[in-house]
């Protein structure tokens, strides 16, 4: 059981647009910054937004983030069947000493 | 370019242990956090420790404080986890992850297998 709750699966047409939320409390995503990764297969994890909403250089803009109250929300426009991955949300947890959390992750396919 | 490369993974019998490390490269070693995150056969991401910048303070997810031990040698840019009491669901991929707070930069990870 993830400290942070991701639906499972989402699907889209190549194209299309997709949202995956991301629902935590007030001692980790209401209080600190929500980073989000793309996770392939055998590859290592990629870091797609980070401060909420910051994208990494490199990263298109085709991929965005947002942050409301206990909720985070990655964007994902234009689908590309290369985005085919699994995608996690990760923040810090404040009711124990420092712990990272990550949500129970996210796996994407574009029909 | 950022570059971390974990190494020490195997198969280990439960109860055994194991040392892995992460060596980096191409970035200001000194001035991030290190974290280990590891991945279970058909599981998702599960965040171990993290050691700051300057190696004086480790934090640990709770089911792995007190049998995993992180420590880094900056003189090195080497990050180090100490795998002790291992079980079978220790099973996993370890990443390595280096950012300025949050992991922003990863290796591709070393397999640890508990098994009789």
């Known amino acids: 059981q993830s400290v942070l709750t991701q639906p499972p699966s989402v699907s889209a047409a190549p194209g299309q647009k997709v949202t995956i939320s991301c629902s935590g409390s007030?001692?980790?995503?209401?209080?600190?910054?929500v980073s989000w990764y793309q996770h392939l297969p055998g590859a290592a994890p990629k870091l797609l937004i980070y401060?909420?909403?910051e994208r990494p250089s490199g990263i298109p803009d085709r991929f965005s983030g947002s942050k409301s109250g206990t909720s985070a929300t990655l964007d994902i426009t234009g689908l590309q069947t290369g985005d085919e991955a699994d995608y996690y949300c990760?923040?810090?947890?404040?009711?124990?000493?420092?712990?990272?959390?990550f949500g129970g992750g996210t796996k994407l396919t574009v029909l | 370019q950022v570059q971390l490369v974990e190494s020490g993974g195997g198969v280990v019998q439960p109860g055994g242990s194991l040392r892995l490390s992460c060596v980096a490269s191409g970035f200001s070693f000194n001035n991030f956090a290190l974290h280990w995150v590891r991945q279970a056969p058909g599981k998702g991401l599960q965040w171990v420790a993290v050691?700051?910048?300057?190696?004086?303070?480790?934090y640990y997810a709770d089911s792995m404080k007190g049998r995993f031990t992180a420590s880094r040698d900056n003189s090195k840019n080497t990050l180090h986890l100490q795998l002790t009491s291992l079980r079978p669901e220790d099973t996993a991929m370890y990443y390595c992850?280096?950012?300025?707070?949050?992991?922003?930069?990863w290796g591709q990870g070393t397999l640890v297998t508990v098994s009789s």
């Open positions: 050691v700051s910048y300057d190696g004086t303070n480790q």
């Open positions: 401060g909420n909403n």
């Open positions: 990760g923040t810090w947890d404040n009711r124990q000493s420092a712990h990272v959390v």
């Open positions: 007030r001692s980790n995503i209401g209080n600190n910054h």
């Open positions: 992850a280096g950012g300025r707070s949050l992991p922003d930069n």
